[in-house]
T-cell receptor, first 110, second 114 residues
Framework: DAKTTQPPSMDCAEGRAANLPCNHSTISGNEYVYWYRQIHSQGPQYIIHGLKNNETNEMASLIITEDRKSSTLILPHATLRDTAVYYCIVFYTNAGKSTFGDGTTLTVKP | NAGVTQTPKFRILKIGQSMTLQCTQDMNHNYMYWYRQDPGMGLKLIYYSVGAGITDKGEVPNGYNVSRSTTEDFPLRLELAAPSQTSVYFC?????????????FGSGTQLSVL
């Protein structure tokens, strides 16, 4: 599975868009990009995933570059409840063997 | 659907004691995993299983054992508990689908070894 690189922390103003970047330059052709978040000490929660097309669901949007070497998770209108650690992982199957790393701590400020 | 259920939620052990952390999923997932998470750190894979009767070591398996006798259950055994095993433990499961593979997590077990 490809390794990912994320900034350790980011801040965002409440109501503004939060854009979280992830680099995955060694991604293989069949590997998906997944985003999870962990609020306090709860179990990580699935947010969104994609292969090569941009994706949107009720929680967020995922923008994947054309060369698939990086992606951005967008929370369109961040709220205080979006304060969490966000993990970007890349894999094809056997999801749990992926390395979660330390993720990005997003702090949404009033 | 209950999803992934972990018990207990909290436990305090004395050094040298043993215990089993229970994990059950009702989604018929073939893959199951155990992680530990130390304060301020990411998840580290302890053991995983790709199906009943098949288990394998992850990144940090020392001091732990697992078994997978059924698709639903994946218990984690701590033998001779040590303070270094104080952590939050998460169980997770997944199943590969044509459009991707979501990982589902339990709510965690907070373990203190004193």
């Amino acid at each position: 599975d490809a390794k990912t690189t994320q900034p350790p922390s980011m801040d965002c103003a409440e109501g503004r868009a939060a854009n979280l970047p992830c680099n995955h330059s060694t991604i293989s052709g069949n590997e998906y990009v997944y985003w999870y978040r962990q609020i306090h000490s709860q179990g990580p929660q699935y947010i969104i995933h994609g292969l090569k097309n941009n994706e949107t669901n009720e929680m967020a949007s995922l923008i994947i570059t054309e060369d698939r070497k990086s992606s951005t998770l967008i929370l369109p209108h961040a709220t205080l409840r979006d304060t969490a650690v966000y993990y970007c992982i890349v894999f094809y199957t056997n999801a749990g063997k992926s390395t979660f790393g330390d993720g990005t701590t997003l702090t949404v400020k009033p | 659907n209950a999803g992934v259920t972990q018990t207990p939620k909290f436990r305090i052990l004395k050094i040298g004691q043993s215990m089993t952390l229970q994990c059950t999923q009702d989604m018929n997932h073939n893959y199951m995993y155990w992680y530990r998470q130390d304060p301020g750190m990411g998840l580290k894979l302890i053991y995983y299983s790709v199906g009943a009767g098949i288990t394998d070591k992850g990144e940090v398996p020392n001091g732990y054992n697992v078994s997978r006798s059924t698709t639903e259950d994946f218990p984690l055994r701590l033998e001779l508990a040590a303070p270094s095993q104080t952590s939050v433990y998460f169980c997770a499961s997944s199943a590969h689908r044509e459009r991707g593979e979501k990982l589902f997590f339990g709510s965690g077990t907070q373990l203190s070894v004193l």
